[in-house]
């Protein structure tokens, strides 16, 4: 098997850090092995498969010795300039920021839904958004099988989306203090406010569920609304997903098709108090979907509870998997 | 002003004890007050306009002396033999459980929405679901003005809807305590699961929401849908509520319509991060409404994001604006 040289950008992050554990747990083939971070946190030692590594300042010169896979997850100015330099150099960056998603030349890719994807990459593919991630993957099989016409999303999303800062104001509210990252206290509250806000009302957030749904489906008409919201949660989203399907289907049939959907655990057996929960999804990489029911007040409807690891699922493990695509392909 | 006498049943339980602050707060002309609630809590003394008062046990003999009004919060079980009682003895009951909610010969009332319904009550008067109370204040004015035809709700809701015992599942849980009333733990998690499960997939809380909506805003076919779901918070509901009105609207009309609604404080001023939260709204007796924007995904869409006090608008508060209303009527 061809060995590849990879770097992992945003090292010392919580996606970045998870990227090497997830790494680790899947044994990719990795001949030469690359951390890097900003000038703030290089200097680091990090431990991958049992040797240490110096993470290495991120800078226009990082790409000049030959890397194959690059997972970046910096934020999106980063991305935004050492992507480009990374693929001019032949690399491929798997990028979890979002500010290449919606990039018509750029592919935002779900391994379990749309992998082919990956053949049309110009050298940056886009992991999408935490929450679009764990709803494409229960929301796909869904709609192969009776076509989706309409989404509402409601989220319940943990703090580690916010990455370590986001963590500590949860750790901190617990015990008293006030925020650092949030605007408002995310210990006893729930605040209807994930990213910046936009001109329609919307929080980039809920565009971005609503933008990427649409792309990773293949459908830009798809009928999709959004409200997201952060919860005093440490880690694993959950989502309350609402669907009306183009066509009539039976509810066990629904069932059915998530059992057998790849990456799908479904826990729905509400008579044993059997349903996705975050704490049950921590450190998990499936997606656990239950509280499968139909919507009597619309026809073809059915409602939804979806639960993942909001870091692994929702980025770091999604995107192993696609650099593990990416390696399917150079064999 | 014709004084009245007035009881309260199940005094020293978590809603119990927020009758008698919103009872002494809004000054109402009381005669004679008596607390009542079941053996094990009887002989407690509670304090009321600085006198104090002993907790007697509930009996069929309770209603033997003249009482106008009783407010109950005693659980199904206690208001199915008792209110009935009362109700003979010609006491008229404000119940704040489920037990005869949807009983035809019973109104359910938000005294903001359908204070007329007190004229044909037969001596018991239903106070509606938490949940639903706040989301009715805020819908009703839309109601009128738009028509409703569909809602989907999903609900985050806080601990002390589950009484003091789902407090202290909260406050045991944060210390890394297994939860003794909730099946799984609340901190740090998100239960889709409020009251028992039904046949029909939904929990007893899900179709609390349905049946209520259509009961108080008077119209039986009114779509609705429900995910409801507890959140680690101790206190306040908050709702992502998806709307799709029957006739187009103005996003301003919408705004202004709220504004001017009884019972209602728009908190909508994203710019400022200003939105309802339930950290703001513990304490207070309005419902508060904000994040309101457009659906793009259905014709005459909208989203809006409700939080309001779920033991004081969402139980006591309301069950005494309800005792204000027949008192008002005493007149």
Same mark, same amino acid.
């Given at each position: 098997?061809?060995? $590849?040289?990879?770097?992992?950008?945003?090292?010392?992050?919580?996606?970045?850090?998870?990227?090497?554990?997830?790494?680790?747990?899947?044994?990719?083939?990795?001949?030469?092995?690359?951390?890097?971070?900003?000038?703030?946190?290089? /200097?680091?030692?990090?431990?991958?498969?049992?040797?240490?590594? $110096?993470?290495?300042?991120?800078?226009?010169?990082?790409?000049?010795?030959?890397?194959?896979?690059?997972?970046?997850?910096?934020?999106? &100015?980063?991305?935004?300039?050492?992507?480009?330099?990374?693929?001019?150099?032949?690399?491929?960056?798997?990028?979890?920021?979002?500010?290449?998603? *919606?990039?018509?030349?750029?592919?935002?890719?779900?391994?379990?839904?749309?992998?082919?994807?990956?053949?049309?990459?110009?050298?940056?593919?886009?992991?999408?958004?935490? &929450?679009?991630?764990?709803?494409?993957?229960?929301?796909?099989?869904?709609?192969?099988?009776? /076509?989706?016409?309409? $989404?509402?999303?409601?989220?319940?999303?943990?703090? &580690?989306?916010?990455?370590?800062?986001?963590?500590?104001?949860?750790?901190?509210?617990?015990? /008293?203090?006030?925020?650092?990252?949030?605007?408002?206290?995310?210990?006893?509250?729930?605040?209807?406010?994930?990213?910046?806000?936009?001109?329609?009302?919307?929080?980039?957030?809920?565009?971005?569920?609503?933008?990427?749904?649409?792309?990773?489906?293949?459908?830009?008409? *798809?009928?999709?609304?959004?409200?997201?919201?952060? $919860?005093?949660?440490?880690?694993?989203?959950?989502?309350?997903?609402?669907?009306?399907?183009?066509?009539?289907?039976?509810?066990?049939?629904?069932?059915?098709?998530?059992?057998?959907?790849?990456?799908?655990?479904?826990?729905?057996?509400?008579?044993?108090?059997?349903?996705?929960?975050?704490?049950?999804?921590?450190?998990?990489?499936?997606?656990?979907?239950?509280?499968?029911?139909?919507?009597?007040?619309?026809?073809?409807?059915?409602?939804?509870?979806?639960?993942?690891?909001?870091?692994?699922?929702?980025?770091?493990?999604?995107?192993?998997?696609?650099?593990?695509?990416?390696?399917?392909? *150079?064999?």
């Amino acid at each position: 098997m061809k060995k $590849v040289n990879l770097a992992v950008v945003g090292a010392t992050g919580m996606v970045g850090r998870t990227f090497l554990k997830v790494l680790e747990e899947r044994n990719l083939p990795i001949e030469n092995f690359y951390v890097m971070a900003s000038a703030r946190s290089a /200097g680091q030692t990090l431990t991958f498969m049992g040797k240490d590594y $110096v993470v290495e300042e991120l800078t226009e010169h990082s790409f000049d010795k030959p890397i194959d896979i690059a997972l970046f997850s910096a934020g999106g &100015s980063t991305s935004e300039k050492f992507a480009p330099i990374a693929a001019a150099h032949g690399c491929i960056v798997v990028d979890n920021s979002a500010q290449w998603r *919606m990039d018509p030349k750029v592919p935002l890719i779900v391994p379990e839904v749309n992998p082919e994807d990956i053949s049309w990459n110009s050298g940056i593919i886009a992991n999408p958004n935490c &929450s679009t991630i764990q709803a494409m993957v229960a929301l796909k099989p869904l709609d192969d099988k009776f /076509g989706i016409k309409r $989404v509402v999303y409601s989220t319940y999303q943990a703090v &580690s989306g916010a990455g370590v800062a986001g963590w500590k104001d949860l750790e901190d509210g617990l015990k /008293g203090e006030a925020p650092k990252k949030f605007p408002h206290p995310i210990a006893n509250n729930c605040l209807p406010h994930i990213d910046i806000f936009l001109d329609n009302g919307y929080t980039k957030e809920e565009m971005k569920m609503i933008w990427e749904t649409r792309k990773i489906l293949h459908d830009d008409d *798809m009928k999709v609304t959004a409200t997201t919201v952060r $919860v005093p949660v440490f880690n694993s989203h959950s989502e309350s997903i609402n669907i009306e399907f183009e066509r009539p289907f039976e509810l066990a049939d629904v069932v059915e098709t998530l059992k057998n959907a790849p990456g799908v655990v479904v826990a729905d057996d509400p008579a044993n108090n059997v349903y996705p929960l975050a704490v049950d999804a921590a450190g998990k990489d499936e997606v656990f979907v239950g509280r499968i029911r139909r919507d009597e007040s619309v026809e073809n409807g059915i409602n939804l509870w979806v639960v993942a690891d909001n870091i692994r699922k929702g980025a770091a493990t999604n995107a192993v998997q696609i650099a593990q695509l990416l390696i399917d392909a *150079m064999q």
